[in-house]
Every structure is written in structure tokens, then in C-alpha cells.
């Protein structure tokens, strides 16, 4: 809008910066975006994320300039896993306010952060798989790649949502009860998944009656017989007994009497057979026990006897490589000291700098290591440093990596070193070794300018480790 009075462009502002003059109708809209954000930064320090979407959204549909409620937006779908989402709307943040905007931080730590950028690449990837064979039928594979979905990124409520739904539909109610549980936890008041919340309630209270009815009934269970017999009293104490009744009775009591004499014939006969058998069998067991135990033991003696001789070649192994790492040590050194000897301190430094002082034969070579260290060490680390940083720069970390050691070689207090070869470590996945290079800066460089960085970096390192184990 432009200012009634001069025509000024009015951007997020409803008094014009020119005349002074306010516009009534500038100053409503921009109240009620305001109003909209502040509704949906309260919903979202009650961890109401999908109501906050909705609000912030209301709020940008008045203003579309409000870079607080679009940075806002984008933090919260950046809480529900949807990365994509956040990124669009850090991105337009930035087009409307390209200066003094946090939003320039957030995109420039998600791209920088390259392990991140994998995770949200298969995150993305294993959902549309899952989409892929649910449209296939195939709700199994499904299930496996939203499990693969929730462990890559634990925040992503929709793969919750539709893994959840997938339980229901397979009568897992458990499972999905567990699994929206934890979509709840991230967003308390999602309309989504309080539904299907609803629907598990539905269906535990159904079961939960059906049970009460089946136990109802049976409880209450009558037997009708179409014959009922009708005793009727007589005039006399003389009883009649009927010829079908005693027929019954005889044809019981010779069922019991066979039954008994089956009992005294043939079960000790059987009983007997039983145990013969039990005998014959627990002898034959034994026998098998026997020889298995016997074939154990000659294959424990031959697994001790190759886990001997393993062991020596390895310490052969261990001693040779030794031998190998000191002369080949020697062979650089000797090296060095030819190119220093022709007044090539630049060679001399390079090659000294592959040296390892530790693994040196004997003191002499150590005397001549920090003699060439001391007299090479200004001209060439300078120059290696440069030449690592280049790789650093190009993105070639493996390099990187290499070139670092070496100024480390000649200069272990080198702490921008550590931290950019803490860096080429942390790009190439070696979450280890990236931690030990943060580690050292932080335990015995804490003053540097480094610290910090490295601190949180070591940080989301542990973290990472936390929440894979």
C-alpha cells in the first residue's frame, strides 16, 4: 500500500516515513497479523505446533511483510520434520528482509551441517517409498520404511500419523496407541492424530463391551430340556420304578466296572512300555551327549591353536609394520636434511613435515628432527597451511585432512588447524576423530577464538551419538 497523502510505499509500516501520516486501514492490518503471531508463538511454547501453523499463516495472510511470524512459521515446521517447508519459508523471509534477519543463520546451519542434509534426503525418500507401496498394496514394506522414516528424523509427525493409521487398519492397537502417543508428545493438539487417538478409544470401549456381553451371557446360561420328567406323589409310600431308568442305571454301573478293570490290567502294562522306552532313550541321548562333547573339545583345541598362532602372526605383523614406519621415518629425514644441505628450506620443511619424531630410531635422529624442525618451521608452515586451507576451501576434505596433519607435525599449537581438520572430519562422517580435534581445542585452547565454535560442534556430535545408541 502507499500512503494516502504522498504516495509513499508503506512496507510493514503503517505511518508513512516521509509525511508521518498514519494509515488507519495499514495500521488495522498490521495490528491483526501482530495479534495472529503472538496467538501462534503462544501455542507454540505449549508445544501447539499445528494450531501455531494455523495462526502464523492467518497472521502472513495480513501481512505478508511480517518476518517474525514467517521466521516463527519456519522454526515450527522445522519441529515437525517437515525441513522443506522451513527452508521455503526462511527463503521468502529473507527475499522481503535481506538484512539484520535470523532467518540467514537458520538456512545457512541447515546447509551447512551435510550429515543433516542426508538425513533429510532419506527421510524424504524412505516416505515417498512408503507412499509408493501403500499405493501398491503392499502394507508391510510400508510399515519398514516409515520405522526407517521415524528413527532418521523423530520429529516427522506426519510419518507418526500414517504409521499409526497403518496399525489401526491391521487391529495392532497397541502398537499404534504407542506410536501416536509419541506424534502427541511432539504436537499436543493435532487434529489428525486426536482423531485417530479417538478411533482407538472407539474401538478398546467396543472390545471392551463385547467382553462384558460374552461374560454376561455366560452366566446366565439355561439348559431346556423338551422332556422334563415329572415326579408326582402317589397315594401310598409304593414307588414305581421305571424299566428305562434301571436299564440306564445296570449300563452305568458296567461302564464303571470295565473302566476299573482296564485301569488294574492295562495301565501298569503301559506305565511299564513307557518307561522301557524313556530308558532306551535317555541311554541313546547320552551316547549322542557323549560324542557331541568329545567333537567340542577337539574343536576347542583347534580354535585355541589358530587363535595362537594368529596372535603371533599378528605381533610378527605389528613388528614388521614398526621396523617398516622407523626406516621408512629415516628415509625422510635423511631426505630433509639433503634438501636443507642444498639450501632448499622449502623442501626441507615439506619433507620433514611427514616425519613422526616419536617413532625415531634413536636420540640422534630426534637432535636432527628439531634441528631441521627449528630451522625450516617459519618458511614452509605458512605455506602448507595455505595449501590445506585451499583444499578446505574446495571442498576436498580427505586432502584437507592430510595437509593438516602435517602442519600439526611441525606445530601442534596450531589451533586454527585442529578445528578445520575437525571440520574435514566432521564432513567426511568420521564423527571420532572430529570429536577429538574438538576436544583438544576445547581442553587446552579454551581462550581461542576457536572454542566456542568448537564446543557446540562437539556438542552435536555427542548428541547425534546419544541418540543413535
Avoid at 352 to 366: G, K, M, P, T, Y
Wanted: charged letters at 25%.
Amino acid at each position: 500500500m502507499n500512503c494516502p497523502k504522498c504516495s509513499t510505499p508503506l512496507e510493514n509500516t503503517y505511518r508513512c516515513p516521509n509525511c508521518q501520516c498514519e494509515d488507519p486501514i495499514m495500521k488495522r492490518i498490521i495490528y491483526a497479523s501482530n495479534q495472529h503471531y503472538n496467538e501462534g508463538l503462544s501455542k507454540a511454547k505449549v508445544r501447539d505446533l499445528s494450531g501455531a501453523v494455523t495462526s502464523l499463516q492467518m497472521s502472513l495472510k495480513y501481512n505478508k511483510r511480517n518476518t517474525k511470524a514467517r521466521n516463527l512459521l519456519g522454526l515450527v515446521y522445522f519441529q515437525m520434520g517437515e525441513t522443506v517447508e522451513a527452508l521455503s519459508e526462511w527463503v521468502i523471509s529473507v527475499h522481503f528482509q535481506g538484512k539484520n534477519n535470523v532467518a540467514k543463520n537458520y538456512i545457512k546451519k541447515v546447509q551447512e551441517n551435510q550429515g543433516q542434509l542426508q538425513v533429510i534426503n532419506s527421510t524424504i525418500q524412505n516416505y515417498n517409498l512408503a507412499l509408493q507401496y501403500l499405493d501398491e498394496g503392499n502394507s508391510d514394506l510400508a510399515i519398514i520404511e516409515l520405522k526407517k522414516v521415524v528413527n532418521l528424523n523423530p520429529n516427522y509427525i506426519r510419518a507418526y500419523q500414517l504409521l499409526g493409521l497403518l496399525y489401526i487398519q491391521r487391529k495392532q492397537y497397541s502398537a499404534a496407541k504407542k506410536i501416536l502417543s509419541r506424534a502427541l508428545k511432539l504436537d499436543r493438539n493435532n487434529l489428525t492424530t486426536v482423531r485417530y487417538m479417538n478411533e482407538l478409544v472407539g474401538y478398546s470401549r467396543q472390545k471392551r463391551k463385547n467382553r462384558d456381553i460374552e461374560r454376561h451371557k455366560a452366566s446366565y446360561v439355561q439348559i431346556k430340556d423338551p422332556n422334563p420328567i415329572v415326579i408326582e406323589k402317589s397315594a401310598n409310600n409304593y414307588t414305581d420304578f421305571n424299566t428305562s431308568t434301571l436299564s440306564f442305571v445296570n449300563i452305568l454301573i458296567g461302564i464303571i466296572i470295565g473302566a476299573a478293570v482296564v485301569g488294574l490290567l492295562l495301565v501298569p502294562s503301559i506305565q511299564k512300555t513307557k518307561t522301557a522306552e524313556y530308558n532306551k532313550a535317555i541311554v541313546e541321548y547320552s551316547g549322542e551327549i557323549s560324542d557331541r562333547n568329545k567333537q567340542i573339545a577337539l574343536l576347542q583345541n583347534q580354535i585355541d591353536e589358530l587363535t595362537n598362532e594368529n596372535n603371533k602372526l599378528a605381533n610378527d605383523a605389528d613388528t614388521s609394520g614398526n621396523a617398516a614406519d622407523t626406516s621408512h621415518n629415516e628415509i625422510l629425514l635423511i631426505q630433509a636434511v639433503k634438501s636443507y644441505l642444498d639450501n632448499d628450506f622449502v623442501s626441507a620443511g615439506t619433507t620433514l613435515s611427514e616425519v613422526d619424531r616419536n617413532i625415531l630410531s634413536d636420540q640422534d635422529a630426534q637432535t636432527v628432527y628439531d634441528f631441521l624442525l627449528a630451522k625450516t618451521k617459519d618458511t614452509v608452515i605458512g605455506q602448507l597451511y595455505d595449501e590445506a586451507y585451499q583444499y578446505y576451501g574446495s571442498k576436498d576434505y580427505m586432502n584437507a585432512v592430510t595437509m593438516f596433519k602435517k602442519v600439526l607435525n611441525l606445530d601442534s599449537d596450531s589451533v586454527e588447524s585442529w578445528y578445520y581438520m575437525g571440520r574435514s572430519y566432521q564432513y567426511l562422517t568420521d564423527f571420532e576423530q572430529a570429536r577429538n580435534c574438538y576436544r583438544t581445542i576445547v581442553d587446552n585452547y579454551g581462550d581461542s577464538e576457536y572454542a566456542s565454535d568448537a564446543q557446540q560442534y562437539l556438542t552435536q556430535i555427542e548428541n547425534r551419538k546419544t541418540e543413535s545408541e
